[in-house]
Every structure is written in C-alpha cells, then in structure tokens.
C-alpha cells in the first residue's frame, strides 16, 4: 500500500502513480498491509506507513484503487 503526501492511500499498479515517483519523503508505503486494512483506514484510523517516510499516515482511498477491490 503506497502513502500519498495528501493522506490518501493507492495499492501497487495505480495508473495515478508513476513508480519511479515512489520514494521518500513523497511517500511512504506498507510492504505487507494486514487483511483489511485496507477497507480500515479511515481519518479517525489511519494507516501509519512502515517504511520509506515514515511521518505518512493514509486516511483515504484512491477511488480507482478502491474498484479494484
Ligand atoms: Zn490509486
């Protein structure tokens, strides 16, 4: 799961994000989101990024990553 700067959260593969952008400090990521935490995340719970920046926190969902889903 890839962290925006602007809090909203995009699954690898997005069409919005050019990978060669994926990098601190723009982003951070979770290599490994537990199941679900995806559909969690929300502005009350949000998702702290483990790696790459780390101060990253998604509270939403890109909504083209999210019909994937
Ligand atoms: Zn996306």
């Known amino acids: 799961m890839i ?3 602007s809090g909203k959260a995009h699954l690898p593969g997005c069409t919005h994000i050019d990978p060669a952008d994926i ?3 723009r982003y951070g990521w979770v290599l490994a989101p537990s199941p679900g935490a995806w559909r969690r995340l929300t502005p009350s719970s949000p998702l702290r990024a483990t790696q790459g920046n780390t101060e990253r926190a998604a509270v ?3 909504e083209s990553c999210d ?3």
Do not use: E, F, K, N
Request: with cysteine; aromatic share 0%.
């Open 3 to 5: 962290i925006h700067t």
């Open 23 to 25: 990098q601190p400090p």
């Open 60 to 62: 939403s969902r890109c």
């Open 67 to 69: 019909a994937t889903q």
